[in-house]
């Protein structure tokens, strides 16, 4: 049963919703739409309170695949993990992927989301080959980069603003196994990862590092440099492991600053000690939060706040201030990810991912002395032409979000103007 | 890689149920009365891997046609393995409660069509001597209620019916399950606010159904902690039920 919430269980807010029942159907115009995919954004930028959600649950059909091309048309409602069990055993891999398989090709279009391979590979909206859009009109519309190009620009990372993904085609990547060979670089100083970043880039088609948001001085920046590619020959069998759930929301502040640190140590020296080669199931690799049901539940039922922000990879030392504040305050997560970004620009007006360094940790909802802090933080984003992941956030200023998308004016007259989010309403 | 026959193949468990039956490179012929949104699970089911899909266009309430519509199923498919039947519209009972032409709507959409095209089918599958009927019918013909008894006496009907069927088709090999979801998020619920962990998801329905199947389970209640609910509604006693408000 779908619970309308956002990942980040911050903001709640009573939500209207319909499921859209098949691809045919219309939308009508009692009421302002915003599609919802399966709610793994983690703010507000998929909920509408003062008008309704459409849910493309119904929408999870392949309408076809051509296994020598590896294309892929689908309805949005889709979800990743469903289309990995698919087409894997035909030697075919999702070209782009988020740290969740539980994201629709609708939610991923409309976040441009990216991955591990942005350095190689860009985001997913430059796997999507063309997609139907349903205005609140009635219109059909076939967005592609040759055909409604704008509304195409518009649509990939448009949040679901400019109308309801129906279908897309989306170019799939060849792999030879279910497996990757992953190699496990512990590294001591963000100099280190800048340093491991550029020596990978070449020759790694994922790379990401997991951070000690906690370590300071010397060790700021310290942590765990994962690097892999996909492998030529399966590994040992996968062993199914019951997926664990959390039942409960945990108490607020069980999270507290030393349950924290003690993990971010734990797992830098975990990975210490097995540093070196391995080989890797997909699953795991990529989807280490999925074994996990709800675990967004940790954080208590205030929620929590995730913040992701990229800035220049020129300007190391924003990040170093920010990490810096960030572990000085002590509030941090055991998720923190850092990457760094490649140069192949985004496709949509308002993509998130540009060249720079990327990081992305999450914050136990603490109220005032929470919210302040980030805002503390998102002067340094701005500071440093940076720039904040909308599908992460639930509280960016107006005057953040319009300096970190310039294209947003280009992007307003493509928005459907029955459309609309309480993110949108917020910053726009 | 079993034959399978899904009648009301619109039905968003139904589609659950033909997705992991693709999954297993079965062979499937489905039936409902929109041919368009067929068509899209036939492409759908082959993309998941079905050994091959064929589609019957029928309205299911014309049992005028069943005859035909029988043999066109025996003719695609000589020896079905799982016959599923999922068809079915949940009226509203205020509506069909003081209408009789409405209510018989209902218990044709959710009852006699049912029979019809069992006797037909059941007659060929007792000639085979094999084959698993699988009929969804609902908790909610387990009592009648005043919020939704019309709905209600048809589904205790179908699945009384069932059981008469079951054992009369016991000694011929055939076997007969009686599926009883509770709450289930699919577009004939879309308009019933979904809260709480009643609900179920068609998967999750859809996976129930084919473990039992398999298992040649008589009766099904899914989520399993229906048969708890159920067991306990069924008990309570009927000078105390007529004056609750359900
Ligand atoms: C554990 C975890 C890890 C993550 N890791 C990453 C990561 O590595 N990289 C990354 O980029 N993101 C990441 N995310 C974020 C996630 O990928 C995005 O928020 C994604 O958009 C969620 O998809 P969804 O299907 O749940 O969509 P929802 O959250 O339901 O919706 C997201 C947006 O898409 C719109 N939308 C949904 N369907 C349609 C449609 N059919 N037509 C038009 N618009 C539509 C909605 O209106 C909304 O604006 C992560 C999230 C989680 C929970
Ligand atoms: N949802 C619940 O909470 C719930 C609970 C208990 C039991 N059930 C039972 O589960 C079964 C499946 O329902 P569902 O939840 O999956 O709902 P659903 O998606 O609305 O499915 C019902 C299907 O029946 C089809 N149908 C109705 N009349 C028909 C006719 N005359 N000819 C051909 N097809 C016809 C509909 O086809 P069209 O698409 O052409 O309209 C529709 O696809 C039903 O028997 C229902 O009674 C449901």
Redesign the pocket.
């Known amino acids: 049963m779908v619970k309308y919430e956002p990942w980040g269980r911050y903001p709640k807010a009573e939500q209207r919703a319909i499921s859209i029942v098949d691809r045919y159907a219309m939308l009508d115009n009692d009421s302002t739409w915003l599609p919802f995919g399966n709610g793994r954004s983690y703010g507000d930028s998929c909920l509408n309170s003062d008008g309704t959600l459409v849910h493309t649950q119904y929408l999870n059909k392949y309408l076809a695949f051509d296994s020598s091309t590896g294309i892929l048309r689908c309805e949005s409602g889709i979800k990743f993990c469903e289309i990995i069990d698919t087409v894997l055993p035909m030697g075919w891999f999702l070209p782009v992927t988020p740290g969740t398989k539980f994201v629709t090709v609708g939610g991923a279009i409309a976040n441009d989301v990216h991955g591990k391979n942005h350095h190689v590979d860009g985001c997913f909206g430059h796997f999507v080959v063309q997609f139907e859009l349903l205005r609140s009109d009635g219109t059909r519309l076939i967005c592609s980069p040759t055909e409604n190009e704008a509304l195409f620009k518009a649509t990939i990372g448009g949040l679901g603003l400019t109308g309801l993904i129906v279908w897309a085609d989306i170019q799939l990547k060849p792999v030879k196994s279910a497996y990757l060979d992953v190699e496990t670089v512990p590294y001591a100083s963000l100099d280190e990862f800048r340093q491991l970043s550029e020596a990978s880039k070449e020759n790694f088609v994922y790379t990401v590092a997991w951070v000690d948001c906690l370590a300071r001085g010397e060790n700021l920046g310290r942590g765990i440099f994962l690097r892999a590619n996909h492998a030529e020959h399966q590994g040992p069998p996968q062993r199914v492991k019951k997926k664990l759930t959390v039942p409960i929301d945990f108490p607020g502040r069980s999270l507290n600053k030393y349950t924290i640190k003690a993990f971010n140590h734990l797992y830098y020296w975990n990975g210490a000690r097995n540093a070196g080669l391995s080989k890797q199931h997909y699953d795991p690799y990529f989807y280490p939060l999925d074994g996990i049901n709800n675990w967004n539940r940790i954080y208590g039922g205030a929620g929590f706040l995730q913040y992701q922000f990229v800035v220049p990879s020129d300007n190391y030392d924003a990040i170093r201030e920010i990490m810096a504040c960030i572990a000085s305050a002590g509030a941090g997560s055991f998720l923190a990810v850092l990457k760094e970004f490649g140069e192949i620009p985004s496709l949509g007006m308002l993509s998130f991912p540009r060249k720079g360094v990327c990081l992305a940790l999450d914050f136990p909802n603490h109220g005032k002395q929470t919210f302040e802090l980030l805002d503390h933080l998102d002067e340094y984003v701005m500071a440093a032409g940076g720039a904040i992941y909308p599908a992460k956030d639930a509280r960016m200023s107006r005057q953040a979000f319009q300096q970190f998308f310039p294209a947003l004016d280009n992007f307003r007259a493509h928005v459907d103007p029955a459309f609309c989010s309480d993110f949108w309403l917020r910053v726009a | 890689m079993s034959n399978v026959v899904i009648i009301?193949?619109?039905?968003?468990?139904?589609q659950e149920v033909a997705k992991l039956h693709a999954a297993e490179r079965d062979t499937l012929i489905l039936?409902?009365?929109?041919a368009t949104?067929l068509e899209d699970i036939q492409n759908d089911l082959m993309v998941r891997g079905a050994a091959d899909v064929s589609i019957l266009v029928?309205?299911?309430?014309e049992d005028d046609k069943h005859d035909e519509l029988c043999e066109q199923i025996f003719e695609h498919m000589i020896k079905p393995d799982y016959v599923y039947m999922?068809?079915?519209?949940?009226p509203d009972q205020n509506t069909c409660g003081g209408n009789y032409v409405a209510a018989k709507a209902a218990f044709n959409?959710?009852c006699l069509?049912h029979i019809s095209l069992l006797i037909r089918i059941s007659t060929r599958l007792k000639a085979l001597q094999a084959g698993t009927l699988a009929v969804?019918?609902?908790?909610?013909g387990d009592r009648g209620r005043k919020s939704n008894y019309i709905?209600g006496s048809a589904?205790a009907m179908l699945s009384a019916y069932l059981q008469g069927l079951r054992n009369e088709l016991f000694a011929y090999g055939v076997h007969v399950l009686d599926?009883?979801?509770?709450?289930?998020?699919?577009?004939?619920?879309a308009d019933i606010e979904k809260k709480g962990a009643l609900w179920a998801t068609?998967q999750k329905v859809a996976e129930d159904i084919i473990t039992a199947a398999r298992k040649k389970k008589n009766t099904l209640y899914t989520p399993w902690f229906w048969f708890l609910i159920m067991t306990i509604i069924k008990n309570i006693p009927e000078s105390i039920f007529k004056r609750l408000n359900l």
């Open positions: 009301g193949a619109t039905s968003a468990v139904a039936i409902g009365r929109n949104r029928y309205d299911l309430l999922a068809h079915g519209v949940l959409a959710n069509s969804i019918s609902s908790v909610a709905y589904k599926v009883k979801p509770g709450f289930i998020d699919t577009p004939m619920t068609p």
